[in-house]
């Protein structure tokens, strides 16, 4: 702590343009705190496996343990609506005028959005998390390695999402913004085959699907437990980030160019 | 490091222009280190626009802004401007305490905490929720904030609208007992006692230009100028209009009414250069006045006796 001396000799700027652990920590425990955000992202998800994953736990799906397959498309699911509302984060404090009293301060835009990105990664990891956890204790059975690859693939995967979400955060101030893109995001969902396998559709239903993007999310969280990882999967994931990311820069741009 | 000469706040033929509206017209305002300024006009009359350009919220369409000789992003990077705003955004789900936990994890260096806890007089309600604070206390969490980098100038844009009579008093001292380290504080207010009770500078600002600056005391004198009213059948308006300090004549039948500063020299004119009787003189209110003053129909040529003044 420094003394309250009014005019200290030497005024320095932050480093790394404000971004520090404490802020970090703070944002966290608050994003953590906000109730309607804890039941969108660890209660939705794991309600819906209990729902569609245990009445089919002895069921076998491609082949594998349909238990096993719907865990990790529901832990995908929870990773997308978590890292996509902490990325939307931006909508609520952008309306509330937060973001105009943070310019008041030496912390660089660039860092606000990076703390954004980090906190939605957490926000997607703590989903993912919680889903496998009440899996593994209510018997889904799969190797140590499918349990990590897969656990780690539809975390890293949801940073499409933590991109997608500061791309409608910067496009819609609005504080209500989940209640939008909440919706959008269980149609997308369906379309990358997260809560019925994809097989069930027509062919060209199963054709658009594959450009859509929780598409390629899907298929590489479960291709540790099922296989069939492709190179489409991968460009799905990657072009979809880039463009979501790259929206979501123009925005930010426009944003603090305008204020 | 400081230097005697370098100003808190130096602008010069600052201009914003919205659409056709020119909010704030070729404004040139220099503000000394320790300076405490009152920033009085009427709403609409180009404050805001002009804090929010010395913060670097806006970009002025000509002119400059320099706080302590830096543009406004390097003033607020290094802590050295802080601002309370008229509505600044503050996210419900923080605790207060939080709030100013995170923000000054942003500076390089910052007041601890508690410290400004205890300066802004919300100690006591560190661990609430700013959701379920009341506006003056999340008043006082703004000052708080704008306390944390120990700033040298602190901007105050209408810090007590909303606030009632005795929210106001309380905010005002706190502000005065931390002004005392030399501080340069700068507030936009349109309430006249608040700028007369707490500023030892008043500028005046109609229309985005500067039509009076100075003392509180120059201010008041300027502001409460007297009414001269006489009976005179006759009277010759243009002439009685050209007399020094007069800020208007009307004629209602024999009746002359003139609006003066010098309101001894309207009278000896009309006592020995004309057939005037029943000569009255009387105060103006001094709100009345200042309405006089900043409203939009206020004769130009105060502005310009004013403005040349300083």
């Not at chain 1, 997308?188 to 598409?215: E, M, R, W």
Request: glycine share 10%.
């Amino acid at each position: 702590m420094t003394s309250s001396t009014a005019q200290p000799q030497t005024r320095q700027v932050p480093p790394l343009g404000g971004l520090n652990l404490t802020a970090l920590r703070l944002e966290i425990r608050r994003v953590l705190r906000n109730r309607r955000t804890l039941v969108f992202i660890l209660i939705f998800p794991t309600v819906f496996f209990v729902l569609f994953g245990l009445p089919a736990k002895h069921e076998v799906l491609a082949g594998h343990s349909a238990l096993a397959y719907i865990m990790i498309s529901m832990a995908v699911y929870g990773a997308m609506v978590g890292t996509t509302s902490g990325g939307a984060a931006v909508a609520v404090e952008r309306s509330l005028g937060w973001s105009r009293q943070l310019r008041l301060t030496p912390l660089r835009p660039v860092a606000y959005v990076l703390m954004k990105l980090v906190t939605a990664m957490v926000l997607g990891l703590i989903a993912v998390v919680v889903v496998f956890v009440v899996g593994a204790l209510t018997g889904v059975r799969m190797p140590l390695h499918v349990w990590l690859l897969s656990a780690l693939a539809a975390w890293l995967c949801s940073l499409v999402f933590a991109a997608f979400g500061l791309f409608v955060g910067f496009l819609l101030p609005s504080e209500n913004v989940m209640q939008y893109v909440g919706p959008l995001l269980a149609i997308l969902a369906v379309f990358g085959g997260v809560f019925v396998p994809l097989d069930v559709f027509s062919h060209t239903l199963q054709d658009i699907a594959k450009f859509t993007p929780v598409y390629g999310v899907g298929v590489i969280a479960r291709s540790p437990l099922v296989g069939g990882f492709t190179a489409t999967a991968v460009a799905n994931v990657v072009i979809w980030t880039a463009l979501f990311g790259f929206g979501a820069m123009r925005l930010f741009r426009r944003d603090t160019a305008r204020v | 490091m400081a230097t005697d000469q370098e100003l808190a706040v130096d602008l010069r033929g600052l201009t914003k222009r919205f659409g056709p509206v020119t909010a704030v017209n070729d404004l040139t305002l220099a503000v000394e280190s320790g300076e405490i300024v009152a920033f009085l006009g009427p709403n609409g009359a180009g404050k805001t626009t002009t804090i929010d350009m010395l913060l670097g919220l806006s970009r002025p369409d000509a002119g400059t802004v320099r706080v302590y000789g830096k543009t406004p992003a390097e003033a607020i990077a290094r802590g050295e401007v802080s601002a309370v705003m008229q509505t600044g955004g503050l996210l419900k789900d923080f605790t207060v305490g939080e709030t100013l936990q995170y923000t000054a994890s942003l500076y390089a260096h910052a007041r601890s905490v508690a410290e400004v806890l205890e300066r802004a007089g919300i100690t006591d309600i560190a661990d609430r929720r700013v959701g379920k604070c009341s506006g003056g206390q999340q008043q006082r969490l703004r000052f708080a904030l704008a306390l944390l980098s120990d700033p040298r100038l602190l901007l105050l844009d209408e810090p007590t609208a909303g606030m009632d009579v005795e929210g106001r008093r309380e905010f005002w001292s706190a502000i005065r007992k931390d002004a005392e380290h030399g501080r340069t504080v700068m507030f936009a207010t349109h309430y006249l006692d608040e700028a007369d009770a707490y500023a030892d500078r008043i500028v005046l600002i109609r229309q985005g230009s500067i039509v009076a600056d100075g003392t509180t005391g120059e201010i008041k004198a300027l502001a409460s100028g007297r009414v001269v009213r006489a009976t005179l059948p006759g009277a010759d308006q243009a002439a009685l209009a050209a007399l020094p300090g007069v800020e208007s004549v009307e004629l209602h039948g024999d009746t002359v009414v003139v609006r003066a500063a010098d309101s001894d020299g309207v009278a000896r004119h009309l006592l020995t250069q004309t057939e005037a009787r029943d000569l009255e003189i009387t105060s103006r209110n001094l709100e009345e006045a200042f309405i006089a003053l900043t409203s939009d129909d206020a004769p130009e040529t105060i502005a310009a006796a004013t403005g040349s003044e300083r």
